[in-house]
């Protein structure tokens, strides 16, 4: 697949669980982004990275852990979530994150925490 | 920081017929806007975009209007298709890293 892939594409945890969600563009960009979408709510902007740095952090609880070891792989890290977390979860790329770049998204990933 | 309303929250219109979306957002600094198309269980995808030295952009049955005074901007959808049933988002960027985005409109087209 090309452009923007997202793994797994669903998962179901437990409060106690640690698991990882990853994201990887092929695309030749250099900002990656997650964000939160859960039903009749905007789009939540969690983490910025831009050329591998973070640029923003959304005050996101520390539950959420972001890494980017290169511009084209973002991760993040889940650990001890609260059922309030499911949500579908959307990575995105863009040339450079200055706002003013199209975004392109990845499918997500259905997260569901019991 | 910038909020982005979006009116109405669901749209129903007969299949022919022209859709309109409003967006408003509050930071006057915003100078790119874009809308976003989400189908059903699918990504967002970019549909049109408009800058501030622009005040009308148009592709095809798509058209986006934008009135910087007021601070804001709408998506027109004339023809309307089945395939245009989706929810749609906007969203506000200022340069700094980051899009805000508004709720989302669900648009029904009634075949």
């Known amino acids: 697949e090309t452009g923007v892939t997202q793994t797994p594409r669903h998962l179901v945890m437990g409060m106690t669980n640690k698991k990882s969600l990853k994201c990887e563009q092929h695309?030749?960009?250099?900002?990656m982004y997650w964000y939160k979408q859960s039903a009749k709510k905007p789009l939540e902007l969690m983490f910025v990275?831009?050329?591998?740095?973070?640029?923003e952090n959304n005050s996101v609880p520390s539950r959420f852990s972001p890494e980017c070891p290169n511009s084209s792989h973002l991760f993040l890290h889940l650990h001890t979530l609260q059922p309030e977390d499911s949500a579908l979860y959307l990575c995105?790329?863009?040339?450079?994150?200055?706002?003013?770049?199209?975004?392109?998204f990845g499918p997500g990933t259905r997260l569901t925490v019991l | 920081g910038e909020n982005v309303e979006q009116h109405p929250s669901t749209l129903s219109v007969q299949e022919g017929d022209s859709a309109v979306i409003k967006c408003t957002y509050s930071?006057?600094?915003?100078?790119?806007f874009p809308w976003y198309k989400q189908e059903l269980g699918k990504r967002p995808q970019l549909i049109i975009d408009i800058r501030s030295n622009v005040g009308e952009k148009k592709d095809q049955r798509i058209a986006v209007t934008l009135n910087k005074t007021a601070k804001h901007f709408s998506l027109h959808i004339t023809e309307t298709q089945p395939e245009d049933s989706a929810v749609y988002f906007c969203a506000a960027g200022d340069g700094n890293n980051r899009l805000a985005f508004g709720k989302g409109n669900q648009v029904v087209v009634i075949p």
């Open positions: 695309l030749g960009h250099n900002a």
């Open positions: 930071d006057s600094a915003s100078n790119y």
């Open positions: 990275y831009n050329f591998k740095e973070q640029t």
């Open positions: 995105a790329s863009s040339q450079k994150a200055s706002g003013m770049d199209e975004q392109f």
